[in-house]
Every structure is written in structure tokens, then in C-alpha cells.
């Protein structure tokens, strides 16, 4: 390994993500913005002027533009750092590659969180404890193809239990933003309201950004066109998304067998529990599953 690789890697682990520069060629970056446009039409035709994600891509894509979606995560300088930093069985997922857009009308905010312990409902919390911190899971990686600065993010948070403050902000579940998925439902009455509600921007972008910065440590990750952050998704982080800021930007995660089985048991944890009743919220600070976990983290 590289000592440049090496680096990366270091910092990887110690700040739970890494910038890598200028990834992708000027051509393709290109051939990939005109595609995004179809993609931004489908999913606001889809699924309403506020969304904010279209996934996954591969089903609203012809041959040609698949062609183009495994150049983007097939590109020699991703292979090289994801197989340097995480290691040479991790693999970039075509089957979960996204994309993330700007709301029409109104900034968004989603809540903070950490993802599948505070985004699923009726997760397994001692399951997620076991694993938050092993390399093999949580990873996912964000091409941009405009500056995109709406992902926030609490450096080094990935590598430990939440702290007295942070569970003090969020002492339950599910974690409430200004502006969350209700915001988002898919109906023409919703996006003739929020096209008629554009007086209220000024408000709500200052309720968004106040969400954002009431996490201590809250720091806003900056990617210039062609960039790529790999990233622990067990990381405290949100997206702040403004209409004024046009947003085209690849999603995906970077999968291990163990990781696709894990999700795997997981999910069918959480259908069988769905046909015995309603999913419920589990508290992420139990102390037969919290305590334990925190002591690790202090040995």
C-alpha cells in the first residue's frame, strides 16, 4: 500500500470519512449531468417536487446509461482506495447506486442520525451495537456532480457510543427535523401547496440550519464536482438540502458478504415482526444494550 493510501486509510478509520479528489474525467462527468436530468424528471414525476432520491437507478435506466453508471463505480482511482482503505473484498454496489437531488421548492432537513439504528424502525439494537464499529459494514460512498454541501457530519462519532449531550438531544426515537419525510408525500395537492408556501423559505431555512448546528461538533462536508467522500454511515450526519443549490449526486453502498447477509437477517427480523403486529421504536439507550457497548468503547 501506498503511503498516500496509507494515509487515507488512517484517516478513514479515525475520522469516519475521506474526501477523494477529482474522481471523475471531465467526460464522463459531463455525459453523467445529462443523465441526471432524466433522472430528476422520473423522480419528481414519481414521487413529488420535494424528493429528494431516486433508487435504484438501474431500473429507469436503457443499456446505454447502465453503461455509463458501471464506468462511474468501475472508475480505477474508486477500486483503488476502496480495496486500500476498507480492503479487496468490499465492493461498490450497482444494485443500491442512487441519486440525490435538490427539493424544488423548499429546504429540507433530514433528522441526525445513525443509520439502521435510527432510521429503521423495529431494528434489532443489540444486532447493530455488535457491529457499528467493524469495517465490513456501514460503508457508503457520494459522487457528486455539482458542489454539494449538504451533508453534515460529527467527525469520529462512528467509532463510539453516543455522548451524554448527544443522547440528551435525542434521548428517543424517531429523531424529529424541522422539516421531515411528511414533507415529501407523493401527491399534486402537496406540490401545489409547496409551490404556494415559497414565502415561508427564509423560515424554514433557518429551522433547518438550526437542526444542523444544535449537534455539538456539527461540521458541513464540502464536495466539489467529481469529488468522492467514502463514509461510515454509523457516523452522526443529516443533509441539508437548499432549492437554490442544484444537487446531482450518486449514492451507493460498498457491500461485503457479511454485510449483505447482516442486512439480510435484519430485514427478515423485521418482516416476521410485522406479521405478528405494528413495528415499534426500540430505545437505543436500553441499559442491557447501551451499557455494555459503552464500556468497550472506554477499554
Keep these: 500500500m501506498s503511503t498516500a493510501n496509507q494515509n487515507k486509510k488512517e484517516q478513514f478509520v479515525e475520522d469516519g470519512f475521506i474526501i477523494i479528489k477529482d474522481c471523475i474525467p471531465d467526460d464522463l462527468l459531463q455525459e453523467l449531468r445529462v443523465l441526471s436530468e432524466k433522472y430528476r424528471k422520473i423522480a419528481r414525476r414519481s414521487y413529488g417536487a420535494q424528493t429528494q432520491r431516486l433508487q435504484p437507478l438501474e431500473r429507469y435506466s436503457e443499456t446505454a446509461e447502465k453503461q455509463l453508471l458501471d464506468a462511474l463505480i468501475s472508475l480505477p482511482i474508486l ?3 476502496v480495496a486500500s482503505v476498507l480492503s479487496q473484498h ?3 454496489s450497482m444494485d443500491y447506486l442512487g441519486m440525490m437531488f435538490e427539493p ?3 429546504p429540507y432537513c433530514m433528522p441526525w442520525h445513525r ?15 455488535d457491529v457499528y464499529r467493524d469495517l465490513d459494514f456501514f460503508n457508503q460512498i ?3 456532480l455539482y458542489q454539494d454541501q449538504s451533508l453534515w457530519v460529527v467527525r469520529g462519532s462512528h467509532n463510539r457510543m453516543d455522548t451524554p449531550e448527544e443522547q440528551a438531544l435525542f434521548p428517543t426515537r424517531p429523531i424529529m427535523a424541522p422539516y421531515n419525510d411528511i414533507e415529501r408525500k407523493t401527491n399534486r395537492l402537496g406540490d401545489f401547496l409547496n409551490f404556494f408556501r415559497k414565502k415561508d423559505y427564509a423560515q424554514r431555512e433557518s429551522s433547518c440550519l438550526a437542526h444542523c448546528n444544535m449537534m455539538p461538533q456539527a461540521e458541513k462536508v ?8 467514502l463514509y461510515r454511515n454509523t457516523i452522526w450526519h443529516l443533509g441539508n438540502y437548499m432549492p437554490n443549490e442544484k444537487r446531482a449526486t450518486f449514492h451507493t ?5 457479511r454485510y449483505k447477509e447482516w442486512m439480510y437477517t435484519e430485514k427478515t427480523k423485521l418482516y416476521e415482526q410485522q406479521d405478528k403486529g405494528p413495528l415499534t421504536w426500540q430505545d437505543p439507550y436500553a441499559q442491557e444494550t447501551f451499557a455494555s457497548h459503552e464500556l468497550s468503547d472506554q477499554l
Design 253 to 257: 453502498i460498498v457491500t461485503t458478504d
Design 104 to 106: 424544488k421548492y423548499l
Design 222 to 229: 464540502v464536495l466539489q464536482p467529481g469529488d468522492a467522500l
Design 115 to 129: 443509520d439502521w439504528r435510527d432510521n429503521c424502525q423495529g431494528i434489532d439494537m443489540q444486532a447493530w451495537y
Design 142 to 144: 457520494n459522487c457528486p
Design 90 to 92: 468490499h465492493h461498490i
Design 79 to 81: 477500486q483503488e482506495i
